[in-house]
């Protein structure tokens, strides 16, 4: 079992940066892919960023190049580093955990409740 909770969203400017964290519980932490989700009113879930146990990394379209993942193992503790925010950003950020990489939303086993990140323009 994984718990998982997200923090760091809130308001920001169009061009800024955010970066949101999402603590997991227990031991199992190292043993997942991590990913990160958002869903804006009336959309889909989409895809935004995963990364596996060892490293690899993979993003979104919409993302590469201005979002960043990073997974601190001791802390138990996924990272997405935002940058250059535009305002079709704006949505809640869900992390995920599930047992191999992947970027559809139906592969994962866990998720956390979600932070709203809103970008002004």
Do not use: H
Not at 31 to 53: L, T
């Amino acid at each position: 079992q994984v718990q998982l909770v997200e923090s760091g969203g809130g308001l920001v400017q169009a061009g800024g940066s955010l970066r949101l964290s999402c603590a997991a519980s227990g031991r199992a932490f190292s043993s997942y892919a991590m990913g990160w989700f958002r869903q804006a009113p009336g959309k889909e879930r989409e895809f935004v960023a995963v990364g596996s146990r060892g490293g690899i990394t993979d993003y979104g379209d919409s993302v590469k190049g201005r979002f960043t993942i990073s997974r601190d193992s001791a802390k138990n503790t996924v990272y997405l580093q935002m940058n250059s925010l535009k305002p079709e950003d704006t949505a809640v950020y869900y992390c995920a955990a599930a047992r191999t990489m992947q970027t559809t939303p139906g592969y994962y086993d866990y998720w956390g409740q979600g932070t709203q990140v809103t970008v002004s323009s």
